[in-house]
Every structure is written in C-alpha cells, then in structure tokens.
C-alpha cells in the first residue's frame, strides 16, 4: 500500500545551493539546504554559439518551451527537481562530451569494452549497483539499480552505447567523436542515438538525489552494446536474467520531439528482418567481352529484388499482410491530432515527394502503420575509380523488411523465401541476421503511458505526440514479449531531424534539456 502525502496550498520548497552537489557525486541528503523559501529560479539559455549560458527569467513562452509551475506530486519538490535539471544541464554535457568520445561502432567491434566500463561508472558514481555481464561472444551488458523501496514502483531504462559507422566521412562537419556544442545545437556520432538519452536520464536521477536525496522509484539500468547491429547477443541476457529485470514499466532508449517542440512518445516500435540476398553465378569474374554469353549476378539479383517490391511501395510477396495489426479507432483519431508536417520533413530531406504521396495523416498513417522493404545496399563487380570491364561473379544486397507488430520473422522470413523459389529465383541465397528485433506495441492505458503522459504537462506544460509504435526496431520485443514489462520509448533528446544514422548527427539543447525535465517528472507520476 502506498500513502500519498496531500499538498498544500502555499508552496514552500528546499533552497539547494548549486554548490552542494557536482553532477558526479553519490547520493546526497537534501539537508545541504541551508533554509527553506518560497522558490523561483531562472532558466538556461545557451550563447549563439553554444559555449556558454546566461541567467534569463523563464518564462511559459522561454526557449525551452517548458512553463514552470508549483507540483507537488506524492509530497515530493518536482519544482525543485525541474530547477535542479536547469541548473545541472552544463554539467550533463561535458559528461556526455567524455561519453560521445568513444568511438563505439559495433559494426566494427570497436571500443566495446572501455565503453561499458565508462557506463558502469557513471551509474555506480550516482548511487547505482552496477556491474557488467558477460555475453557468449558479444560486448558486455551493463546492468545497474537503485532500489529506494521495495513498495515503491520501479521503473526500467533500456540503452545502448553502440553506435553506427560514421561513413560517409567526408560529408561530417566536423569530427565525429570529437563532440561539440555549436549553433544551439550537440554535434556527434551517437548523441542523439542512443548516448545523449543514458546522460539526460541520469541528469534526472542527479536531480532527484540533489533535491530529495533520492529518487521516489525504484530505477534499473540495462545498456548493451550491440543494438546497431541487431542485438544479436541481447536476447539471450534478457532470457538468462529475467529476475533482475521486472519492473512495473520501461523506457526504451529515448523519444524524439516533433520539429517544432513537441516531446512524442511511442508504444512499441517495428520489428526489423534484414536479409543479405546473394547471387553466384561463376567462379571466377571474367571479361566483360563474355557478357553476351556469360550470366551476370548483378542483373540476376535486380529481376529478384524487382518482384519484391512495386513503385508505390508495397510489398507484393504473396500473403505479406496477412498477420498485421490493423490501427484502432482510438489510435487513429491520436493520429488525427497530431502536429506532424510532412512538408517540413520533406523539406529537410530535400525529397521533392514521399511514396506514395498524401496529406500529413495519411503520410503518417503510412510511416506508422506500413511494413518496408528497402534495399540498404547493392555491390558487384568494379565500383572503384576509373573503369574496369569486368562481368562480375557475385553480387549482393543487403535488404532491411520492417514489420509491424503480429508480424514475426521467421514467419516473413519464410513468405519470402517461398516467393522467390516460386518466381524462379531458388539459387538466391538468403542470409538473414542472427537474432534481430521484433515488433511489439503496448496499450494506450498502460501504467508507464499515463505516468509519460502526465510527466509531459508537468515539463512542457502539454501532452506529448503519442504514436502507438516507432516506425524504428528497438528492444521493445524483448521485455514486453520475454520479461512482461510494459514499456515506451520517451522521454527522449532527439528531434525528427536528428540525423541519427547519417552524417551530422546532433540534438537541440533545449531538447535535451526538456527531456531531462519530463524524464524526472515521469519517474514521480508512475
């Protein structure tokens, strides 16, 4: 049984030097407060370029789009607490600085354990258990958690410190793990995704323990180091360790925020089949004198891909639909509502127009709610510079298949496979990935829904964008399917022009700042 202390009408809350605790510290008592005072603080706002910070009153209308008002939630300072963020942001960042520093490709198998060992320290250097579990062949896991009481509900944060390759290089403005804070704006390879998000979530533990000493939940950490390559070690953790992983909700990595500033969380997320398609049809490469006789592997593999796929996007292997979830009445009219502009997306993009075309909700409706196939990469013969006549002896692509939920993989993996034995195409080999992630979805009455819903009014003073799944694969599937743990992705630093998985990538200060404020807020309403 839970007891709820009611709030009252003046309020009054802790005065918390910004001395008394370096973002780093343990866990802190509140008693470094020297007195007790009716509270207002003044907001952050970043110089032009990013370097450095003035104090300015903040406002409903300030840059951080986020009204401060008096809350009181379980008798707890969630005022306090959102001043603390403000106030510890700076410090957040240098940390993540150190964090994005990694160089952390697990394409490449690179900096894998120094990174979990960073990520182990971080979370004992704020009141966590921590340690790393070893996995059969992969990077360690990182598990760590803060129980506060037993009674309380406990809340369960999914990361990742993996991040993809940098290619192209030459088109980065700058190094990509060399961070910097420039233009309002956190340049790096892995800020947005997933690193920025494990920094902004222990910002808001840091504020919490700053102001109350404690969090008022219990808190879990898990970040593995493969999820950029489908976290083909993860599964088999999370089946090994359940024990340690229930909770009454998750996060998964993080939420993005619309362009123009409204957090959105989602309930699940895709599921992703990814194949690697190969046609052989010699030994050896000949001259390409040969052509007229000898087959080619590259036009083979294209009349395969070609029965996939037509031009509107669809897929047309036989019975490819047949398992998907349809949307709901109730999910569609959250939809309706939402602010998503296509156009600024195809702005940003620079695409003339989207498949399929249509107007914000049916482009949305589609992005959501429509399994892809997308050729992610095609190679054969000679690419390189200059010419060289040659008829290849193998080529081949790699295919990514997002699925939405009821969709499994092995059952796809089979559609696909029959589909093309039946078009002529047997002797494609198809390889598909080890253990990738399946789709999965929760209800909009979940408990971690309402506390994520509630905890964005008390930060931005409005309801977030709510999407019933991401139109990404994330770990979802693992902990709502294996371990029965509800779970979202938000709060969240990224914005939908991020740039994550591409040169360039960043988030926008005031993001991450509004998404260290509405994870605080979450862990208080849950």
């Not at 127009?353 to 196939?373: A, H, K, M, Q």
Request: charged content about 25%.
């Amino acid at each position: 049984m839970r007891t709820r202390r009611s709030s009252t009408s003046k309020v009054v809350v802790a005065y918390v030097s910004m001395t008394c605790t370096p973002f780093r510290s343990s866990i802190v008592s509140p008693a470094c407060a020297a007195r007790s005072r009716t509270y207002s603080f003044r907001a952050i706002r970043w110089g032009s370029a990013g370097r450095g910070c003035t104090a300015a009153p903040l406002h409903a209308s300030g840059s951080y789009g986020a009204p401060t008002f008096p809350s009181r939630v379980r008798g707890l300072a969630l005022t306090d607490v959102l001043a603390r963020v403000e106030a510890d942001a700076g410090k957040a960042l240098e940390i993540l600085k150190e964090y994005v520093r990694f160089p952390t490709i697990s394409a490449h198998k690179r900096a894998q354990p120094e990174t979990a060992a960073f990520v182990r320290r971080l979370l004992a250097e704020n009141g966590f258990e921590a340690r790393e579990y070893p996995t059969d062949g992969g990077p360690n896991v990182v598990f760590g958690q803060m129980i506060v009481d037993e009674r309380r509900p406990t809340l369960l944060m999914y990361q990742h410190y993996d991040v993809q390759p940098v290619d192209p290089l030459n088109e980065w403005k700058r190094d990509p793990f060399d961070p910097a804070i420039e233009e309002g704006k956190f340049w790096g390879r892995g800020c947005a995704d997933t690193k920025g998000n494990l920094i902004m979530q222990i910002l808001a533990v840091q504020a919490w323990n700053g102001v109350e000493g404690r969090p008022p939940i219990n808190l879990k950490f898990v970040v593995e180091g493969e999820e950029e390559v489908g976290s083909p070690h993860f599964g088999s953790f999370v089946r090994a360790n359940q024990d340690i992983l229930h909770a009454d909700g998750a996060t998964i990595e993080g939420g993005d925020h619309l362009h123009e500033g409204t957090p959105k969380i989602e309930l699940g997320c895709k599921g992703i089949l990814y194949v690697e398609m190969t046609s052989r049809t010699a030994k050896v490469d000949q001259h390409s004198s040969y052509a007229a006789i000898a087959p080619n592997p590259a036009w083979r593999l294209i009349h395969a891909l070609m029965t996939l796929r037509d031009a509107k996007g669809r897929i047309k292997v036989p019975g490819w639909y047949k398992d998907a979830r349809r949307p709901t009445a109730r999910e569609l009219r959250y939809l309706q509502a939402s602010a998503f502009k296509a156009d600024a997306l195809k702005e940003f993009w620079g695409v003339s127009e989207f498949v399929g075309g249509g107007n914000d909700f049916e482009v949305l409706r589609r992005l959501i709610y429509s399994p892809t196939c997308t050729i992610c990469g095609f190679v054969s013969g000679y690419i390189e510079q200059g010419t060289k006549t040659v008829n290849p002896a193998v080529a081949k692509a790699k295919i990514d298949f997002r699925l939405v939920p009821n969709m499994k993989q092995a059952t796809q993996f089979e559609k696909l496979r029959d589909h093309l034995i039946a078009k002529g195409f047997g002797d494609i080999e198809l390889s598909p990935a080890k253990e990738a992630l399946e789709a999965a979805a929760i209800s909009l009455s979940a408990r971690v829904v309402k506390a994520a819903i509630k905890g964005s009014v008390d930060a931005y003073g409005r309801e977030p964008e709510v999407w019933p799944w991401s139109a990404g694969a994330s770990a979802h599937g693992f902990f709502n399917e294996v371990v029965g743990v509800p779970s979202i992705s938000g709060p969240g630093v990224s914005y939908d022009g991020s740039n994550y998985h591409a040169p360039n990538e960043h988030f926008r200060m005031e993001d991450f700042v509004g998404g260290a404020k509405h994870m605080a807020a979450m862990m208080a309403r849950l």
